[in-house]
């Protein structure tokens, strides 16, 4: 991730309701919400949350689906992955034991899978 898109990316997410648009749709991945959804679980008025919807799509944060007359939106995991590796990439100077505790915090909301709990999914 460049500088640019990461200072965008930032800018999206440093308002508060843009911060809470974001979290929810994370909350709702893979399946994501409408527009509308949103707008009434954040008692925001559906023009101003469409203006913060726009802002969240041009910093790459989140991606909108047409569904039928809905637009679906959901948040882009990808760019959350670039986001974090982004803010982390020099983390530790060549000592990863300084970033363990970092890593570890990320690890009780997503533990990684085994390769056993892997293959059990796809049987």
């Known amino acids: 991730m460049e500088s640019d ?17 974001f979290r929810l749709l994370m909350e ?10 949103i ?3 954040l008692d925001v ?3 101003t949350m469409s203006t913060h919807l726009a802002t969240l799509t041009r910093a790459s944060l989140i991606e ?11 948040a882009r995991l990808e760019a959350v992955r670039a986001l974090a590796s982004f803010l982390v990439k020099d ?8 970033c363990a505790p970092l890593i570890a915090d990320f690890s009780p909301c997503c533990p ?3 390769l056993a709990a892997k293959e059990a999914i796809h049987d």
């Not at 709702?28 to 959804?37: I, M, R, T, V």
């Not at 909108?64 to 959901?74: D, K, L, Q, V, W």
């Open 39 to 41: 707008a009434r679980r």
């Open 5 to 21: 898109n990461a200072i965008l990316a930032f800018a999206a997410l440093a308002q508060p309701t843009r911060l809470d648009v």
């Open 112 to 114: 990684p899978q085994t």
């Open 45 to 47: 008025p559906h023009n």
């Open 91 to 98: 983390c530790c100077g060549g000592r990863p034991e300084i």
């Open 64 to 74: 909108a689906e047409r569904h039928s007359r809905s637009i679906i939106y959901r």
């Open 28 to 37: 709702h991945e893979p399946d994501g919400l409408p527009a509308g959804e």
